[in-house]
């Protein structure tokens, strides 16, 4: 149960990942961070308010809270990075996030078997791989190195926080909905000192009005993965479940080369192999 949700995790991050990349073409990030998880703020409220889910607030809601303050900065840095500095180095170091949730269950006094660990060092490698790192060219801004790694820092931090903060199935659309709604606060704020600075909040034309159902998609598919992350983490390992739920950026190369016919570099391909090796001995482990 823990590798099948923990892989439903990394396809629905993926997907989304590669669904913000295209809409950031064309309009900007902050934006598209704050619609797109507006929508699905609105979404679990009517979800919330069927369930009867506001029945569960408790103090486990905190942990939803600071996951909701901690994603949007850790996204923002994210942003900044892959502007300065060459994708091939900031997305492969950014999958040092997995080490967050990984060390919380270490800590917590999981101790995977030698199949585990095997399969977790295999992943891991893939995944890295699979970003297609950058061996060489041009040196890399200490900033951009910076910006990385606190944004690594933040995305582990929302795993390990996300699978803290429900018990129950209601609770959990509860605890989804405050951690949006917190993201749209913060993001708005950030998008409004944005455009104070002299910033555009729309592209050329006006609002994205098509790109809605896009925007949309990314949003609940991001809701989706924290969920289907939560019940990974509480129904097993969380070292194997953070393992298995950070294979997202192998999806979203292998969408770009689905969809936009981007061809997979060697080191590419071969990272992507060894993820499915990593997966295989993480599952059977």
Same mark, same amino acid.
């Given at each position: 149960?823990?590798?099948?949700?923990?892989?439903?995790?990394?396809?629905?991050?993926?997907?989304?990942?590669? %669904?913000?990349?295209?809409? +950031?073409?064309?309009?900007?990030?902050?934006?598209?961070?704050?619609?797109?998880?507006? !929508?699905?703020?609105?979404?679990?409220?009517? !979800?919330?308010?069927?369930?009867?889910?506001?029945?569960?607030?408790?103090?486990?809601?905190?942990?939803?809270?600071?996951?909701?303050?901690?994603?949007?900065?850790?996204?923002?840095?994210?942003?900044?990075?892959?502007?300065?500095?060459?994708?091939?180095?900031?997305?492969?170091?950014?999958?040092? &996030?997995?080490?967050?949730?990984?060390?919380?269950?270490?800590?917590? %006094? =999981?101790?995977?078997?030698?199949?585990?660990?095997?399969? !977790?060092?295999?992943?891991?490698?893939?995944?890295?791989?699979?970003? %297609?790192?950058?061996?060489?060219?041009?040196?890399?801004?200490?900033? +951009?190195?910076?910006?990385?790694?606190?944004?690594?820092?933040?995305?582990?931090?929302?795993?390990? /926080? !996300?699978? =803290?903060?429900?018990?129950? /199935? #209601?609770?959990?659309?509860?605890? /989804?909905?405050?951690?949006?709604?917190?993201?749209?606060?913060?993001?708005?704020?950030?998008?409004?000192? &944005?455009?104070?600075?002299?910033?555009?909040?729309?592209?050329?034309?006006?609002?994205?009005?098509? &790109?809605?159902?896009?925007?949309?998609?990314? %949003?609940?598919?991001?809701?989706?993965?924290?969920? +289907?992350?939560?019940?990974?983490?509480?129904?097993?390992?969380?070292?194997?479940?953070?393992?298995?739920?950070?294979?997202?950026?192998?999806?979203?190369?292998?969408?770009?080369?689905?969809?936009?016919? =981007?061809?997979?570099?060697?080191?590419?391909?071969?990272?992507?192999?060894?993820? /499915?090796?990593? #997966?295989?001995?993480?599952? #059977?482990?």
């Amino acid at each position: 149960m823990t590798a099948f949700f923990a892989l439903a995790t990394s396809l629905l991050w993926g997907l989304a990942d590669f %669904g913000g990349g295209l809409l +950031t073409r064309r309009s900007p990030a902050l934006t598209v961070v704050v619609v797109s998880q507006g !929508i699905a703020a609105v979404v679990l409220g009517a !979800i919330v308010v069927a369930t009867g889910g506001w029945s569960e607030a408790g103090p486990l809601l905190w942990f939803a809270f600071a996951a909701g303050l901690v994603g949007p900065v850790a996204l923002l840095c994210f942003y900044k990075a892959l502007a300065q500095g060459p994708m091939g180095v900031v997305s492969p170091l950014a999958t040092l &996030s997995v080490a967050v949730p990984v060390g919380v269950g270490l800590f917590l %006094g =999981e101790r995977p078997g030698l199949l585990q660990v095997a399969g !977790i060092a295999v992943a891991v490698a893939g995944v890295v791989l699979a970003g %297609g790192p950058q061996l060489r060219g041009a040196p890399v801004q200490r900033q +951009t190195i910076l910006l990385t790694l606190v944004a690594a820092l933040g995305f582990g931090t929302v795993f390990a /926080l !996300i699978a =803290e903060a429900s018990t129950t /199935l #209601t609770g959990l659309f509860l605890a /989804l909905f405050v951690q949006r709604v917190t993201n749209v606060a913060v993001g708005g704020v950030a998008l409004y000192a &944005s455009v104070r600075r002299g910033a555009k909040a729309l592209p050329e034309g006006g609002f994205p009005w098509g &790109s809605l159902p896009a925007l949309a998609f990314v %949003g609940l598919a991001d809701v989706a993965a924290n969920g +289907t992350y939560s019940v990974a983490a509480q129904h097993g390992p969380v070292t194997v479940a953070a393992v298995l739920a950070s294979l997202y950026p192998v999806v979203t190369a292998l969408a770009a080369r689905g969809f936009l016919s =981007e061809r997979l570099r060697a080191i590419q391909a071969a990272g992507a192999g060894l993820a /499915l090796v990593g #997966t295989l001995l993480l599952a #059977t482990g």
